[in-house]
């Protein structure tokens, strides 16, 4: 029996329950470790480079944050360099919250009907509106975010049409605000939240909303009472899949913001990369870490659906 | 009259806001690919100025940038195989054997997806500094595979899962033994998924920054001299390489699409 | 591998357990070389596992598969020389008919399979679609495909798991005829697993009945049909009454019951069990109706009642008829005679012929007849 057939799990047939094996004891022994052996060498992978840094992380978060680069850093489980570095940059973080949740709901407001258009209005179309979605992301990320410099540009046509409209002053900008940077989230992200909202609401059978409407809803009734619930689990998925990138993003702040607009990512990049203070650095992305996954405990008790991922 | 037009009104008005957003996914991927054609006023400008082929006819006049390009392609190109092979023998592992701890590896599978970047780029850099390891070219293959692997797993499972059974117990039912039906009929089956698997690998690779960033040391990607032009101002050539990769990915996907309805339509 | 014809496909005491439940239990058939042979039962009667084991694609818990005088219980499937058309057809959908169909034969290193697969094709009349591929098929040319590519191999069985299930009643029939044809004209063992009845009856020279992961009753169609051997087979295979009854002695060669006070008598041959507690079975197109007694036929078992229900079907009526004792009887009468319907209301005096019924073992303790199914009209018109 040659490895890349029990790779297949070919061998056994395709009953769910226990099989009792056909073949001598050596094979079958063969065929029990065979997982394990599949598994091992991506699984090392992962443990060795997310599990192990991820342990790595929080001890140099404790280190004396008097080392340095050059001299070395001392373990002494410095437990305050977390308070130290959260005083520090508290505005920071509620900075990157702030934006990320605007960027959010945002992109409901944006993704919710385009999702829903695919899903249920496209017809033949549909795989190619989904292409459509997925296609912007073919270019790169930095070039399409340097694009939002050219679309927003003093010179361009958005901000004369809001200086035009009285929206923006005179000598109002987009660029370097923090409405920029909003945006610019709320575009980059835009497709993680509009795919999960479609894979859900693709699930949708229309004869749901004629009943209701058979039953004296009109279409809004509809839409709040039977829409909006069924498609809860994909509106979860879609908020969690926006948010967390979003949270720890710094090209937008950079690229589209000024120092003022500087997110928790920026300050933990200058950190690692300009001011060389790793245990700082350490301890503010265990931070963000944290703080992204507390908010998503508290979001998805909230909601109530535990296995949307 | 009026009814029939607010009739209409009310059936599109949500397919309207959904082509609206369209428009507004599309519209930086049509300012970049104008972009591409245009000869800025300045170094720093982002506005249009003025039109030209010189950007696509010297795509590599700041050879700077093509070295990044080249850096990147081999990158994702190694990170990409690494990845597939890693990731497909995971979701076989997964799909068709049973084994315990299912609910760990399923755990570590899933985490890198939902972990935010800037925190695996930092700790993978936490970890090479104090293991001494040098920054490079291979520290940023090592953390690509790590963020590919999981997605490679996923989209391999989700083909293998929906792959029919019977079709295998029909091979052996017809006379091949383990090897032959994996080899004509589950490889094959599995196949679109192990490709797509590594697309989506390579276009994950080849975009990265934040990871990239942090564990690059002196070498440069291509998002990475990107973010470095953005201070010393970016050469327009870098819409032609943004265009470029969209045109090759809208090829690859139009011929997918192409193929698989050829062998749809009855002869 | 010899594939020529040799043997009868026997099951020994055949057993699969799936943990704690068993599938199949304790099976023992023997099905003759060259015959047409179904497996009739509910779903998860265990019909499916039985095929199942002897293709070699699921382990027996216990038991053995002999082909002739050969054990194939441990062979892999590919070693074995069983092929399965499967209910899902099972095609390769990434090859063509031409490969499909080719598959079995290249895989035993056969070179020249052209001339082969052209004649197979024929045969299942699919000329001209070597080059298409399964997605551009219907079903039912799908499925001659299937069948095509099991048999081009010669199988000395050939197992058919629900073939026709997928495919609508006019070409089910259509399906059910070419089968039989060619089963006929090739001489291959048929296994045909199906839970639809009147397939079985049709199609096979013998019917096994399964129930729960054993075998009720064994024979011939018409066999198993008119004296079935348990209350299960009698209500699975079209529809009986049966009334429950108690033995209260012999008179020659007549077993006497006594039902709901009232007495009947039922020749020994057609008893299957012959003291205590019993069914009295008789099937609805056997039970003829008269106006009163004095009408019944001599020598005819007869019982007194009111119609309750009548449903028109155009080739026959069916009725309920309530008994004294309140018992309903279900009755299927040809429409051949002048005259309409009875109404509901009328008085009738059901009656049977003494062979035309049947005794069944009983349970204690179940007293109720089982009720007739008013609802199973897709064997509508059963005409004695």
């Known amino acids: 029996m040659s490895v890349l057939a029990h790779v297949g799990g070919v061998v056994g047939g395709g009953s769910e329950a226990p099989q009792h094996p056909v073949t001598p004891a050596s094979a079958s022994r063969w065929r029990r470790l065979m997982p394990y052996l599949l598994l091992l060498p991506g699984g090392l992978w992962l443990t060795l480079f997310?599990?192990?840094?991820?342990?790595?992380?929080?001890?140099t978060s404790l280190y004396d944050p008097n080392g340095s680069l050059a001299t070395g850093y001392a373990m002494t489980w410095s437990w305050e360099n977390y308070p130290k570095a959260l005083q520090a940059y508290v505005t920071h973080f509620g900075r990157s919250f702030l934006y990320a949740g605007l960027a959010t709901v945002l992109a409901v407001l944006l993704g919710y009907p385009l999702a829903y258009a695919i899903a249920q209005k496209a017809g033949r179309w549909k795989n190619l509106l989904l292409v459509c979605v997925v296609a912007p992301m073919f270019t790169s990320f930095l070039v399409r975010t340097l694009a939002w410099k050219t679309i927003l540009s003093d010179n361009g046509w958005v901000v004369g049409l809001l200086r035009e409209l009285h929206v923006l002053d005179a000598d109002g900008r987009l660029l370097a605000t923090p409405v920029a940077v909003v945006l610019g989230l709320t575009y980059n992200f835009l497709p993680f939240m509009?795919?999960?909202?479609?894979?859900?609401?693709?699930?949708?059978?229309?004869?749901?909303?004629e009943a209701a409407s058979d039953l004296y809803a009109t279409p809004l009734r509809a839409f709040t009472k039977v829409t909006l619930p069924l498609s809860l689990p994909g509106l979860v998925a879609g908020t969690l899949l926006f948010f967390i990138p979003a949270a720890g993003d710094y090209i937008n702040a950079r690229l589209l913001g000024t120092p003022n607009e500087y997110m928790i990512g920026n300050v933990i990049d200058s950190a690692f990369l300009v001011r060389l203070?790793?245990?700082?650095?350490?301890?503010?992305?265990?931070?963000l870490m944290v703080a992204v996954l507390a908010m998503v405990f508290v979001y998805l008790r909230r909601a109530g659906t535990e296995e949307v991922l | 009259?009026?009814?029939?037009?607010?009739?209409w009104v009310a059936d599109h008005w949500v397919m309207a806001i959904g082509l609206l957003v369209l428009g507004y996914l599309f519209l930086p991927v049509a300012v970049v690919i104008g972009l591409s054609f245009n000869r800025p006023s300045s170094r720093l400008s982002y506005d249009f100025n003025e039109f030209t082929l010189d950007n696509w006819r010297n795509p590599c006049a700041t050879s700077d940038m093509c070295d990044a390009v080249v850096r990147s392609v081999q990158i994702s190109f190694i990170a990409t195989l690494v990845a597939t092979v890693l990731g497909t023998l995971?979701?076989?592992?997964?799909?068709?054997?049973?084994?315990?701890?299912r609910s760990a590896v399923n755990l570590l599978i899933f985490l890198p997806m939902a972990t935010p970047e800037l925190v695996m780029g930092t700790s993978l850099l936490a970890l090479f500094v104090a293991a001494g390891v040098p920054l490079g070219f291979w520290t940023i293959v090592i953390a690509h595979v790590m963020f590919c692997l999981s997605f490679v797993v996923v989209t391999v499972k989700a083909r293998l899962s929906g792959m029919d059974r019977r079709l295998e117990e029909a091979?052996?039912?017809l006379y091949a033994n383990e090897w032959q039906t994996f080899r004509r009929i589950t490889l094959p089956q599995v196949l679109p998924g192990i490709v797509a698997a590594a697309l989506l690998s390579f276009s994950l690779s080849f975009d990265d920054f934040i990871i990239t960033n942090f564990n690059s040391g002196t070498t440069v990607?291509?998002?990475?001299?990107?973010?470095?032009?953005?201070?010393?101002?970016?050469?327009?050539?870098?819409?032609?390489?943004g265009t470029a990769m969209f045109v090759v990915a809208i090829l690859l996907v139009v011929l997918s699409s192409v193929r698989g309805r050829r062998t749809r339509v009855a002869a | 591998m010899s594939n020529a014809p040799a043997g009868d496909l026997c099951l020994a005491n055949l057993t699969k357990r799936f943990g704690s439940f068993t599938a199949v239990d304790d099976l023992s058939l023997t099905i003759p070389q060259g015959s047409f042979f179904a497996?009739?039962?509910?779903?998860?009667?265990g019909k499916t596992t039985t095929l199942r084991m002897v293709a070699g694609l699921e382990e027996p818990t216990a038991g053995q598969v002999l082909l002739g005088d050969r054990d194939i219980t441990r062979l892999r499937p590919y070693q074995r020389p069983v092929n399965t058309v499967f209910q899902s057809y099972a095609l390769f959908p990434h090859l063509d008919i031409f490969e499909n169909v080719a598959f079995g034969l290249r895989r035993r290193g056969v070179r020249d399979v052209a001339g082969q697969v052209r004649q197979m094709l024929s045969l299942v009349q699919l000329d001209g679609f070597e080059r298409r591929r399964p997605a551009q098929l219907s079903g039912g040319q799908q499925q001659r495909v299937a069948l095509a590519r099991a048999l081009i191999n010669r199988p000395q069985v050939l197992l058919l798991d629900e073939p026709l299930g997928a495919l609508d009643l006019k070409l089910r029939r259509q399906m059910q005829i070419e089968l039989k044809r060619i089963q006929t004209e090739v001489g291959i063992t048929f296994v045909h697993v199906t839970h639809d009845q009147e397939e079985a009856m049709t199609m096979a020279d013998t019917v096994a009945v399964m129930n729960a992961g054993r075998i009720e009753q064994l024979g011939a169609p018409a066999e198993i049909y008119e004296f079935p051997a348990s209350a299960f087979v009698a209500n699975f295979l079209g529809q009986s009454n049966l009334l429950s009854a108690e033995v209260t002695g012999k008179s020659g060669e007549d077993v006497l019951v006594e039902a709901y006070g009232a007495r009947f008598c039922v020749p020994a041959s057609r008893a299957r069990c012959m003291q205590g507690s019993v069914y009295l079975g008789v099937r609805p197109e056997k039970v003829r109706l008269a106006a009163s007694s004095d009408e019944v036929p001599g020598g005819h078992q007869w019982v007194a009642g009111v119609v309750t229900d009548s449903s028109y079907l155009g080739v026959s009526t069916q009725y309920l008829v309530r008994t004294s004792w309140g018992i309903e009887m279900s009755v299927f009468a040809p429409n051949s005679q002048a005259g309409g319907p009875l109404p509901v209301g009328a008085d009738v005096v059901v009656h049977w012929l003494p062979e035309h019924a049947f005794l069944l073992a009983r349970e204690r303790g179940k007293e109720e007849s089982p009720a007739p199914a008013r609802d199973r009209v897709d064997t509508a018109g059963v005409v004695s």
């Open chain 2, 221 to 241: 990607t291509f998002p990475m001299y990107v973010w470095g032009a953005a201070q010393r101002g970016i050469p327009p050539q870098v819409n032609v390489i």
């Open chain 2, 171 to 173: 091979a052996m039912d």
């Open chain 1, 50 to 59: 997310f599990a192990v840094p991820a342990v790595q992380l929080v001890a």
């Open chain 2, 90 to 101: 995971m979701a076989f592992a997964l799909v068709r054997h049973r084994f315990r701890g």
């Open chain 3, 39 to 45: 497996l009739l039962g509910a779903s998860g009667c």
């Open chain 1, 277 to 287: 203070d790793y245990p700082q650095g350490a301890a503010l992305s265990v931070l």
């Open chain 2, 1 to 7: 009259m009026g009814h029939r037009l607010w009739r």
């Open chain 1, 194 to 209: 509009v795919l999960p909202l479609y894979a859900n609401l693709e699930r949708l059978d229309g004869r749901l909303l």
